[in-house]
């Protein structure tokens, strides 16, 4: 703001604020140039180096993330929007019905298959593979999440099912094709009456042995496939979980291929396909309902890495638990689920960033008689409402890039921990991106609910995060549980605890100083011990109160059901204890330096006290 | 879901949860009918009278509220869709662009006006009339908060500003026209760079004698009008609140008459007009940003209940200190924010509906091995999301009528109370509001995202709530600066403590039972004493807060602004304490008989206990 500017703004409010006699006011009255608007960083000292601390956070991969936000700000497919310095900004336009969303999202999705940047998604292996795609995923979510969502489902739903569930066969014939979008993917797993409970689903397969055909059928309304990704206009391909019955034996839920469309997109016979309509974000997904009546599909698209049928109709399966079976087609979802926590962390950022930096130029009211209007983020109360979700912002970029190296380096014996940590993952960051944009967007005030602005579009358009691929409730369910049979198998066995972070289980419960100071708070090892403390103590009152139930005569289900409450803290406390320990190993790392030192989150000391402010980290 | 249905699924479970050797699956390879939806209330017995319930909470005006619901459900304007049952629905069509959503809420709000909907809304006054204008207004918000928002900026913006500032001679000219829409008004107070600081603005009005015109004008970029609901399309005519400079006097902020459009919607030359674009809700009304240069307005056009300017040039006022005229010109603001508070309620109401209706028709997961799949109200988990919402919305929805009562029947006497008790139930009952819409959101799954559910569509539409016609956080703390004013000029005078409900502070501190049984804490007088020690102490820390501050050497604003953590929960603590006083009034004036007798917040009980539950509340 200029000086002259202030200087009047400052006389028309001493007016008020002194209440002083009227003064002669050819100052207010002067033409002022117009407000510039100055970025931040132009008068921000950061006080460490932005480069070195985006190396930290981004963590891999930062060349192939600049080569696609290229990618992104040269073509106008991205629609490009040149501003004040030159600076090129590149957003969806908003203002767009489903249908012109859904077409752009594929025209930009198809621009990129040109620029190769999908090239190896499916054919190529291994950890450094699997960083690059993690890396321009995210990138592709920060743009638009429906361009994301989009080839979540036909790269880690279709793409991936195939590779894990399928064989030799389904990969030399499909993994290529999907690559390079001959054929579109998509994902039937989802019906109008079981999500989360797949188990439950009601499509039914059987096997003709004559025509060496499945034959699939939705037997009842609650049986229709629903929300399933591109299934409404671009996909021509499914995968189909149904249950199989061989010999009017349901030997649980299998895995198949099935084309739903020709090569013109028009639906196949036997298939009958509606659409679910507008949604309050994602409308570039074309989600859709399916149908099937008597499908007839070669006997080789079951995917048959788990279970096969032999050609005369005979079932044979290596893993003869149903259970074990069911456990192993759910694996694609954990890779999902990695991909959804890594995003909603990219979101808190698009949504805190646009809310700090609007801190940082907006003023509201003066505070000295003939100061100038105070800037927002000098506010106390403005900074305890977004400076604590910029620390717990900093804190999950870590974890959820421990947890993508988890996956990537992923063994037989890893699994289990990976996929309970993704699920607590995945519930705590997409609840705090949640949380997060609707206190930035509220502290943008009205230029939130401006859609150009972003960070209130981008609610909508997450929002879905917190239910799909596993309800969060019923994911943190699932962490609990995992932790009660670990703690139970152990006591039994009277085996020492491994795995699942609970090792400390094993040492003698650690103490804390009688003398909380300051420095004790702010000390590692003591919050590792509370962090541990906490865990150890929820999961004990856990296992103790659904035993107690149990006695007295409750279902062993019912007893986890009635117990819900300490299940929630119990898989709260797991996930912030990775959090905890994963910014530690990150600080323990990092060499000593500028942006060791700078402890950002708290470091945004202006030129208030912050009393309040402090004492909250 | 029929019983054939339920044994078949439960068969399908039973084979995964009990692992049993196969069974003969005849059973579940039958074809069933499809799934029938059975409506909620069919299966539900609800253990009181609905049309009595109903009564007490909508309050007033039953039959004009159904009227209005009759005229939406035959006009297809309103997007009629009929259901099973010959059930009609009503609702906007969401895929529709900006300009469509413009457009069509116009046309309804015409259609509306043919009706005779908003006959007397500006002509007619009394409590009477208030509270018909309040009910058809939040019918108006229940069907689209677009349409009552154009409604809001029109007749309680625009219209009442005229009402309130104008005079005869405005009232006469003004109010019928803009009763039958022959002029279309909207509000432009709010500027790029002031929004809830409005004696900041910096539009500047200047006064010539020679034409007895004033002379309005935009002096730089930030004193440009921004987000004046109708100003981008619709509005032929603008409130224009603006410093009033005469004879090179500041004399603060005044109020204008000003034409913006021709009949034709030509802009009027000396303004320049842009649209604000896209939002992510309330797309139907066209935000515009407004720029005067020069702008002639003849002498007349001053609203001048308060001041006026004599054809000379001559400034004359009732009220000589400025703040206090100041504080007049934002009297019709308060009506505004009463509005909201009522429409965020029953925004929450018709999100609850949705979930709870949901959670008693879906089922996910079978707890018994040979059961149904649980219906999603039957979690203890799930009941303890939603029921304590519900609780909420009723005690809020009392809170809400009764404020429309003390502002319908307001006294110059009453006028400070009605203005602080709005502040604070406005924030409170918006962020319930937005709380309760994102826990249905998620309690309905996937379902929650499809805008045709509502639940999540509300979301977006009502976000603006919290941050419009004074941001929460800003009236929060002018609620907590007003019981500090109280307290303090009450301690110096030595004075009784009265209005604002303080009189507790009165009598000696209530001392609470030792021993807390459950039916104390059930016990009301227990309650209110709890809720007003929790005031009063919180009330004297914070003044001793800001005391200890200031005689630390901090301006009296600084010590304000560093006891922000307090000021937030004083005023929480002031609203809550209204919401329980007006559910305990409700309760006390209600005569014995089914609504009363059952609590329906807790008396969900259904076939599980409920231990965790009961003590939550």
Redesign the interface.
Known sequence: MSEN?ALR?AN??A??IL?SP?Q???I????????QYTPPEVNESYGFQVEEMRKLLDGHNLKDRDWLYGNMIRSDLFNRKERGGGKVFVSPD?????EQQREISMKRILHLLEKGVFKGWLTETGPEAELKKFALYEVCGMYDYSLSAKLGVHFLLWGNAIKFFGTKRHHEKWLKHTEDYLVKGCFAM?E??????V??I?T?T?YDPRTEEFVINT????AQK??IGEAAIHANHAIVIS?L?IN?????IHVFIAQIRDQDGNICPNIRIAD???????NGVDNGRIWFDNLRIPRENLLNSVADVSPDGEYVSAIK???QR?GAFLAPLTSGRVTIASCAIYSAKVGLAVAIRYSLSR??????ATGP?VLLLD???HQ??LLPLLAKTYAMSFAANDMKMMYVKRTPETNKEIHVVSMGLKALLTWHN?RTL?EC??AC??Q?????NRV??L??DY??Q???EG???VLM?QVSKALFAEYVSCKKRNKPFKGLGLEHMNSPLPVLPTQLTSSTLRCSHFQKNVFCLRERDLLERYTCEVAELQERGE?R??SF??S??LS?DLSKAFAEKAILQAVLDAEAKLPAGSIKVNKVTVSHGRF??Q??LTSKF
Request: charged share 20%; net charge negative.
């Open positions: 500017c703004r028309v409010l007016n008020h209440q009227p002669p006011s050819n207010s009255l002067a033409r002022e140039a117009c407000l908003y203002n767009e019905t489903m989802t109008l009456g079981h999500g989360s409970n188990k439950g009601e039914v059987t037997p009842c309304e609650s629903y929300w249950q019955e009017e034996t349901n030997q649980g679910c309509g507008h949604k309050i974000g994602l638990n149903p259970d069911f003023r509201a009211f003066s505070a000295v209007e506010y106390p109360s305890r409402r949640m609707q967007r509220e005030g009205g939130g609910v401006k859609t150009e209130g579009h609610k909508g929002d879905v917190t239910t799909f309800d969060n409730n369910q279902s289900e019912f059901l009635l819900h409450q929630e208030f006290a009393p309040c």
